[in-house]
Nanobody, 114 residues
Framework: QVQLVESGGGLVQTGGSLRLSCVAS????????MGWYRQAPGKQRELVAI??????NYADSVKGRFTISGDIAKNTVYLQMNNLKPEDTADYYC?????????WGQGTQVTVSS
């Protein structure tokens, strides 16, 4: 089992910044990818950004504003979010893939006021 703990959410004004952190613990061997997803009220959970084997991918809606970083070997991943918009308001979840198993954190809330 892998446990993921997120931190760093909160309330910010439009144009502001937040940095989310995620730390993995437990049976953390062979984690191949870590990433961030988000789910807004009434919407499906969607991929925000992912890092794997040194490569990163982003949702089109966050490209140029969000940066994922971290060290999978150290089981830590960050999401720097700049120029936040009200449409970024959501619960943000850390995700880790270990072979064919996906693990989720409990989520951290991000609210962007207009």
């Amino acid at each position: 089992q892998v446990q993921l703990v997120e931190s760093g959410g909160g309330l910010v004004q439009t144009g502001g910044s937040l940095r989310l952190s995620c730390v993995a613990s437990g049976s953390i061997f062979s984690i191949a990818a870590m990433g961030w997803y988000r789910q807004a009220p009434g919407k499906q959970r969607e991929l925000v950004a992912i890092i794997a084997s040194g490569s990163t991918n982003y949702a089109d809606s966050v490209k140029g504003r969000f940066t994922i970083s971290g060290d999978i070997a150290k089981n830590t991943v960050y999401l720097q979010m700049n120029n936040l918009k009200p449409e970024d308001t959501a619960d943000y979840y850390c995700n880790a893939r270990q072979r064919t198993t996906y693990y989720w954190g409990q989520g951290t809330q991000v609210t962007v006021s207009s």
